[in-house]
């Protein structure tokens, strides 16, 4: 069993910037394929960014790229976003997910997800 806590979330200025982390215990963390979804109240939870086990690969949502980063490091078994050029469209609760599939490097489809954190909340304001 994997348990996923995400912090760094808070409150921040449009065009600003701000770094969210999501820690992994319980499993081998090179083994999962992270993932950064979001959701808005009354919503459909969303893709955000993914990253591969080795994290060679990374694949992210049309709205974010160029602003985003998707990163990991699986010695601190961490896996980070970085979110620049932040626009009150960002606003959301971000949540860290895995999944564990060897030979699948990214994880796009939030049905597809095995283990999900409790989400830290991003608000950019105008």
């Known amino acids: 069993q994997v348990q996923l806590e995400e912090s760094g979330g808070g409150l921040v200025q449009a065009g600003g910037s701000l770094r969210i982390s999501c820690v992994a215990s319980g499993g081998t963390f090179a083994n999962y394929t992270m993932t950064w979804f979001r959701q808005v109240p009354g919503q459909e939870r969303e893709f955000v960014a993914t990253?591969?086990?080795?994290?060679?690969?990374?694949f992210y949502l049309d709205s974010v790229k160029g602003r985003f980063t998707i990163s990991r490091d699986n010695a601190k078994s961490t896996t980070y976003l970085q979110m620049d050029n932040l626009e009150p469209d960002d606003t959301a609760v971000y949540y860290c997910?895995?999944?564990?599939?060897?030979?699948?490097?990214?994880?796009?489809?939030?049905?597809?997800?095995?283990?999900w954190g409790k989400g830290t909340l991003v608000t950019v304001s105008s």
């Open positions: 997910a895995a999944r564990y599939r060897p030979g699948v490097a990214l994880l796009l489809n939030a049905n597809s997800v095995d283990y």
């Open positions: 990253i591969s086990q080795s994290g060679q690969w990374t």
